[in-house]
């Protein structure tokens, strides 16, 4: 069984930095794409950026550029590293793992900008 626990997330200003980090269980972390998603208060869940085990990335464009995904086999770990944060990127943020058809999901972390 593959488990997903993400950490790192808490209450930053406008304009600061948050590492998230996406500890994962299991043996088949290097052949599974990894992805974060966030959703905010009453608005669906979405993506915001994804690897996969080739390490090709894709973003939201709101983040692009500020928003960088980045993966670690050697530590079964995937991170979100989030610079120039924004009030809009308030949300729980959530990582995922995905292998031939199957999907595990975190608990989810809260990302809070104040402004």
């Known amino acids: 069984q593959v488990q997903l626990v993400e950490s790192g997330g808490g209450l930053v200003q406008a304009g600061g930095s948050l590492r998230l980090s996406c500890a994962t269980s299991g043996s088949i972390f290097s052949i599974m794409a990894m992805a974060w998603y966030r959703q905010a208060p009453g608005k669906q869940r979405e993506l915001v950026a994804a690897?996969?085990?080739?390490?090709?990335?894709n973003y939201l464009n709101s983040v692009k550029g500020r928003f960088t995904i980045f993966r670690d086999n050697a530590k079964n770990t995937v991170y979100l590293e989030m610079n120039n944060l924004k009030p809009e990127d308030t949300a729980v943020y959530y990582c995922?793992?995905?292998?031939?058809?199957?999907?595990?999901w975190g608990q989810g972390t809260q990302v809070t900008v104040s402004s």
């Open positions: 690897i996969t085990r080739d390490y090709s990335t």
């Open positions: 995922k793992g995905s292998w031939l058809r199957n999907e595990y």
